[in-house]
Every structure is written in C-alpha cells, then in structure tokens.
C-alpha cells in the first residue's frame, strides 16, 4: 500500500495567503522529509523532522508531525508566487546496511496566483 | 562542493536501444539510491548502492534493467531494450550513512 499520501492533491491559493498541505503514512518511521519540486525539475529538499520531533520550522515553513496519527503537515505562510510547485512528503522505509530508502507520496501541486 | 551530478540530463531512445544514465555522488557520499517518477507521479524507489554492493534492488523491474556502482567513477543505471513504459525521469540521490538524500537534477529518458 502507498506510504506518504499527500492531500489535496491540488491546491490554488492567492499571494500572501497561508497554503496548508497535509500526508499521511502507514508504518512506523524514522523520519519524514517534505521536498519540493518545480515543473520539470529536480528535488529540493525542504525539511527533515524525526521521529522524535513534533514541530519544526525553516523560514516561512512549519512542519508538524503526529506520530500516534500517522499525519505530517506542510505550511507555507505569507505565500509567493514563487512558491507555485508540486510538493512531496517521503518517509523513510529501513534497508539494509542502516541507509534509508525514502517511499514518496504523489504529491500536492500547489498553485500561488498573482 | 558540487551537488549530484547526473548526465545526460535528456535522453531520447527508439525502442530496443539501450540507455546508460550516471550519477556521481556528492564528495564524501558513499550511498546512492536511484528513483523514477512517472508523469503526474511521486517518485519510487528502484535500487539502493554502495560502492561495489547492491544493498536493496527490490524496487527494480527483474528484467533489462541493472545498475551498478563501481569503486571508481559513477553509478550507472542501464536499460536494455527500451520500450515506451520507460520513458520517465530517473533520479539519482546521494546520502552518508543514515543522513538525508540529497538528489540530482534527474534524467529525463524518452522512448520513441
């Protein structure tokens, strides 16, 4: 079954306003990490938070997670329209030899207007 | 210090040819994972590295498709005998161990 299901899967806002997207998983994890990815482009990593953690923030994101719900959530206040990407959450699944290997949700596609 | 390079970053094929895409790490990673992502798709884990080892290929279609990551030079993903369904954009990521993935800016192969 799919690990880190993000929603909504679209998201459109107006500049300056808050975009709030939510993911959710399905086993246990060490970490889950939220990446950015423009049209066409590579990933950008956003933020990590760990198992251990319930909030964290970098700048106009905040990041929460709720362990004992399975839930992770992406806010991105005072939004830009530079901010118009499809954002991911990936948890990680343990492989051997103690390195992570990172399941991906589908993504929200957010949308800033001008 | 460079970030994960990939190369080519496009790659157009005709059925049956082989493609070749590689990755070079971040200096001082000794891990690499390689991803695919589908149109409109998140992206799904296909193989796991270090250097000489495959550690985990369970995300690895059984047939064409192989990789490797030798003690000198980069990591290379090959398909054999391309068919449409391979189109995609083929990520590389780069990790110390146990750290974060820090990820290429992909290849994006397409099949004609």
């Known amino acids: 079954s799919q690990q880190g299901e993000e929603d909504p899967q679209a998201l459109s806002i107006q500049e300056g306003e808050n975009a709030t997207m939510n993911c959710s998983y399905k086993?246990?994890?060490?970490?889950l990490q939220w990446y950015r990815q423009n049209s066409g482009r590579g990933l950008v990593h956003l933020i990590l938070i760990r198992s251990n953690e319930r909030e964290k923030h970098s700048g106009r994101l905040r990041v929460t997670l709720d362990t004992s719900k399975k839930s992770s959530s992406l806010l991105i206040t005072a939004s830009r329209a530079a901010d118009t990407a499809s954002y991911f959450c990936?948890?990680?699944?343990?492989?051997?030899?103690?390195?992570?290997?990172?399941?991906f949700g589908k993504g929200t596609k957010l949308t800033v207007n001008p | 210090n460079a970030g994960v390079m990939q190369n080519p970053r496009h790659l157009v094929r005709r059925r049956g040819q082989e493609a070749r895409l590689r990755c070079s790490p971040m200096?001082?990673?000794?891990?690499v994972y390689w991803y695919r992502q589908l149109p409109e798709e998140g992206l799904k884990f296909m193989v796991y590295l270090q250097k000489e080892n495959i550690i985990d290929e369970s995300g690895m279609p059984k047939e064409r498709f192989s990789a490797e990551f030798p003690k000198e030079g980069p990591s290379i993903l090959r398909i054999q005998q391309v068919v449409r369904g391979d189109s995609a954009a083929y990520f590389c990521a780069s990790s110390a161990l146990g750290n974060e993935q820090f990820f290429g800016p992909g290849t994006r192969l397409t099949v004609l």
């Open positions: 990936a948890t990680d699944s343990l492989t051997q030899g103690g390195s992570e290997k990172l399941v």
């Open positions: 200096k001082g990673h000794s891990h």
């Open positions: 086993t246990s994890i060490n970490n």
